[in-house]
């Protein structure tokens, strides 16, 4: 197996994701606020990179500036709201069970847009949709305090 600058760059992404989530889910701030403070973040670390590949304003078409919009609106802002407002709500490791789900709306979306879906596609969403149900519908296991104080 060959393993590239992109998958090291996508281990990291998924460390620091479940820092994220587990710093979110202590943060005594309204999720709003953290989403807020993420984007500014971002917003001030990625203003430098804008100098080096400066935006096409005047070759972008009407489709283009409703992707734009789309971007920065949906996968960005509020997929971040809704996250940090189910982490407060539910906890980091029951919300993160919820990420399977991304690749499952993918190839729906997918779909919707004309594109054809594989056998092994249709099988792996399958099995995601399975493995999201166990792990939410799976009984509490109730555990004892046992008071070795006293």
């Known amino acids: 197996m060959n393993y590239n600058r992109g998958d090291l760059m996508m281990l990291a992404a998924g460390v620091v994701w479940a820092l994220y989530s587990i710093i979110g889910k202590k943060l005594p701030v309204p999720p709003i606020t953290a989403t807020t403070c993420s984007v500014f973040f971002s917003l ?34 509020l997929s971040f709201l809704f996250w940090n407002i189910s982490v407060q709500k539910v906890g980091p490791s029951h919300a993160g069970v919820y990420l399977n789900l991304i690749a499952v709306f993918t190839a729906v979306i997918t779909f919707l ?35 070795i104080a006293g």
């Open 44 to 77: 001030l670390l990625l203003w430098p990179f804008a100098f080096f590949y400066p935006f096409p304003a005047d070759h972008i078409s009407a489709a283009g500036l409703a992707g734009l919009v789309y971007i920065c609106l949906f996968p960005s802002i």
């Open 113 to 147: 847009l004309g594109g054809a879906l594989s056998v092994l596609q249709l099988a792996g969403g399958a099995i995601v949709l399975f493995g999201v149900y166990l792990a939410t519908k799976a009984p509490k296991v109730k555990t004892e305090q046992v008071d």
